[in-house]
């Protein structure tokens, strides 16, 4: 902890960083994100397993953005979502100072994209057995049972965008949402706006989602949104190779193609 | 009751099954009138919103075609295509919506016959289906297809 | 002066069905997974036990997520516009927490401002309430900080304090006495029966006069407003489980035949809300958004309608992705000066 507070004094006393993104004490013994720009605040920078958000949300976030240089707590999964924002040329190299907390108490530096890519761990499989389990008991349900299952999730949907909000890669400045000449997915959360919406953010994060589970971790009505994203990265690696968010130079699975992509499926 | 006449949308591209599907005219082969044939430049250019459209108007099938692979007249729109009704595949069936209700081809201009063939199988298959009424059930009354009850 | 009675808590599936029989639909909290929303119960066992506050608020039984204000359709003779057919049916929304009850005066403030909101009207006029004082509290609650309080009776028709295996019956309002009537035989006298022994403790968390004071005065005071806000992500969470947060969005969702004019909820969190057809946005940055949410509840709304847009329910503060905690949050405006 405190070398994470020190690792923040420094570089905001340097000027190295204007901000730092990190996590604090939040309500009920919880954490919450935190953003500190005065050094002598630094105190109030935590880091334990309640610190669950992935911070990278913030990265692309104009209020943050505006500040100056941030550096970042980096779990797993910003360092993840760093990586992919790079890929899609929203962040650039020494754009940000990734901070790891070790078990120490030392706190490791990345200052480069080379060393982003260096510190992220690369799983042998897209999906972790727990998360493959939960999918397997959706697949195993009858197309019939599966549909029932999806609408009653999407039935408690509010269309508050906690998804589209807490989730880096969501940084449109329009949505498909916010399109209406046409309007293609309906504004009211009616059964076919909620499905339409939930589908479309599954497509649009297609070969770009890198797993943090933040869409259903936001959701005030617990729809597990992580799901949608998870079987399609399960097809998008089985089918092309690949995962998000493991390389800051990687292209974009949708945006390029092999001649021998499977079509047995196509007449 | 009236035997239930399915309703198939088709997205072509203008290059190959559209022409294609010229050619099965011209060429005085009959085939299924179920289908209605919307016309794009690319399969490349066919938005996955499409087929959620087409469904939410009414449709009980969709039919997607175009050129096949090495022939598109923009080089790789068919490829780009491809690669995203994998994915689409993948999601719309984890989600519980009929796959068996959405057919994709490779029609090139010259295949006239392929046409026919593939319409009238696929209406074949959506008339054993039935209409799409699970899907139509998510539709609010005011703009659910075949008008609107006052 | 209100009045008392007493009920023993198994008389709760008589007292149900003496309204279903009287013509009431009764709305409770029901467990949906790991949520708990308003929804229609049969009878006591329905209703999600232990709750401390249900995750959405019963707002929607008066103001429905998304509804049809009237419906259009080509006709003969151009085009035909038709009302939306009243349909709500009279409604005891049941077990609802005293700071609930207390929302429907902002409600209702609001949607009789400057003009009458039939289609809000039509429902509420057939809504009656009989809540269940708290006899718990989390971190989350502070409706003691917005002139409520556990066992508040304002707003309530009914009012049940647990005491024991019993219920303490307040009979706040008329329509109370209509409700109390209709199953009378099911209370007795209240004498000796101690409300506040089985009362929640909710502490007061701001100084709601000073925090009235000094909001007024901050609204230039961009570094606090920024401060607040940087970590908030401009979802809609906090307004769409809010009781009283009452924005709400116009669509037209139509086919070439006809469609419907529909009323659905919206949130001042949203950078869309404001934005201008020119592209430009009067309220730019988060930290506009959030001090309008602020002001709007806390300023504006006592000020032109003399009611606080907000009771304290803590439901906006447990929801949000990144816990942006309001209470929190007004004690430092509160304590910041002027």
Same mark, same amino acid.
């Given at each position: 902890m405190t070398g994470l507070q020190d690792a923040a004094r420094d570089l905001l006393q340097s000027g190295e960083a204007a901000v730092v993104i990190g996590f604090g004490g939040g309500s009920a013994g919880g954490a919450r994100p935190l953003m500190v720009r005065d050094p002598t605040s630094v105190g109030d920078l935590i880091f334990d397993d309640r610190c669950v958000h992935n911070l990278a949300v913030y990265l692309l976030k104009p209020e943050v953005k505006s500040l100056g240089k941030p550096a970042i707590v980096g779990t797993q999964a910003v360092l993840r979502s760093i990586l992919q924002l790079a890929s899609e040329q929203q962040v650039k190299d020494r754009d940000v100072i990734a901070l790891i907390p070790e078990a120490d108490g030392g706190v490791r530096r990345l200052e480069t994209l080379g060393e982003i890519e260096g510190a992220v761990s690369k799983p042998?499989?897209?999906?972790?057995p727990e998360e493959q389990n939960c999918l397997d008991e959706i697949a195993s349900l009858s197309r019939e049972e599966r549909w029932r299952f999806w609408q009653e999730e999407f039935s408690? =949907?509010?269309? =508050?965008?906690a998804c589209r909000a807490a989730c880096p890669m969501c940084y449109c400045s329009q949505c498909i949402v916010e399109v209406?000449?046409?309007?293609?997915?309906?504004?009211?959360?009616?059964p076919l706006g909620n499905m339409g919406w939930h589908l479309v953010r599954a497509m649009h994060l297609a070969g770009r989602c890198v797993n943090c589970g933040e869409c259903a971790r936001a959701c005030p009505v617990d729809i597990p949104l992580n799901l949608l994203n998870q079987v399609i990265e399960k097809e998008v690696a089985e089918q092309f190779g690949g995962k998000a968010g493991l390389s800051a130079t990687a292209s974009y699975a949708l945006s390029t193609f092999t001649t021998d992509d499977k079509d047995t499926f196509i007449r | 009751m009236a035997e239930f006449e399915p309703k198939v949308t088709a997205f072509v591209c203008t290059w190959c099954t559209y022409a294609g599907a010229d050619l099965t005219g011209t060429s005085r082969i009959k085939y299924a009138s179920n289908v209605r044939v919307l016309r794009v430049p690319c399969t490349g250019r066919i938005d996955f919103m499409y087929v959620l459209q087409a469904f939410t108007q009414g449709a009980d099938g969709i039919i997607i075609s175009g050129c096949h692979p090495a022939d598109c007249h923009y080089t790789s729109g068919n490829y780009h295509a491809r690669r995203r009704w994998i994915v689409l595949r993948a999601l719309l069936d984890f989600v519980g919506?009929?796959?068996?209700?959405i057919h994709f081809a490779w029609v090139s201009a010259a295949e006239g016959a392929k046409w026919a063939d593939l319409v009238n199988s696929v209406v074949s298959n959506v008339r054993e289906l039935g209409p799409y009424d699970e899907y139509r059930q998510t539709i609010p009354a005011h703009i659910r297809p075949g008008g609107i009850a006052v | 002066m209100i009045e008392q009675k007493r009920m023993s808590t198994t008389s709760l599936e008589a007292l149900f069905q003496r309204y279903k029989t009287a013509g009431w639909w009764i709305l409770a909290p029901r467990a949906e997974g790991d949520i708990t929303t308003f929804g229609e119960v049969?009878?006591?066992?329905d209703v999600a036990a232990g709750l401390i506050q249900t995750t959405l608020s019963p707002k929607s039984a008066v103001l429905p997520i998304w509804e049809e204000l009237f419906r259009f359709r080509r006709g003969e003779s151009g085009i035909e516009v038709v009302e939306a057919a009243e349909s709500s049916v009279p409604t005891i929304i049941f077990g609802l927490r005293p700071c609930d009850a207390r929302a429907f005066a902002a409600l209702d403030a609001v949607f009789t401002w400057d003009s009458q909101d039939e289609p809000y009207l039509a429902r509420r006029n057939k809504v009656a309430f009989v809540s269940i004082a708290c006899n718990q509290a989390d971190d989350y609650c502070f409706c003691t900080s917005t002139g409520g309080g556990p066992g508040d009776t304002a707003g309530s028709d009914l009012l049940l304090t647990g005491v024991g295996d019993e219920y303490l019956v307040e009979v706040v309002t008329e329509r109370g006495v209509e409700l109390a009537g209709i199953a009378g035989e099911l209370f007795g006298p209240a004498e000796g029966m101690d409300k506040a022994a089985h009362l929640a403790s909710v502490p007061v968390r701001f100084d709601l006069d000073r925090l009235r004071q000094v909001l007024p005065k901050t609204f230039d005071r961009e570094e606090l407003w920024i401060d607040q806000s940087l970590r908030c992500l401009g979802c809609g969470a906090c307004a769409y489980v809010c009781p009283t947060c009452v924005c709400f969005d116009i669509q037209d969702e139509a086919t070439r035949h006809g469609g419907a004019r529909v009323r659905c909820w919206d949130s001042c969190g949203f950078s869309l809300f404001t934005l201008h057809t020119s592209g430009h946005n009067p309220r730019e940055v988060q930290s506009h958004r959030w001090r309008q949410r602020v002001m709007h509840k806390f300023a504006y709304m006592p000020e032109? +309608?003399?009611? +606080?847009?907000?009771?304290?329910?803590?439901r906006c503060s447990r929801a949000c992705p990144v816990d942006m905690n309001l209470a929190e949050h007004l004690a430092v405006i509160a304590e910041s000066g002027e």
């Open positions: 042998d499989a897209v999906l972790s408690r =949907c509010l269309k =508050c965008y209406n000449q046409p309007q293609w997915i309906p504004v009211p959360a009616h | 919506v009929d796959t068996r209700r | 049969d009878s006591p066992g032109r +309608l003399q009611v +606080l847009g907000c009771v304290g329910c803590g």
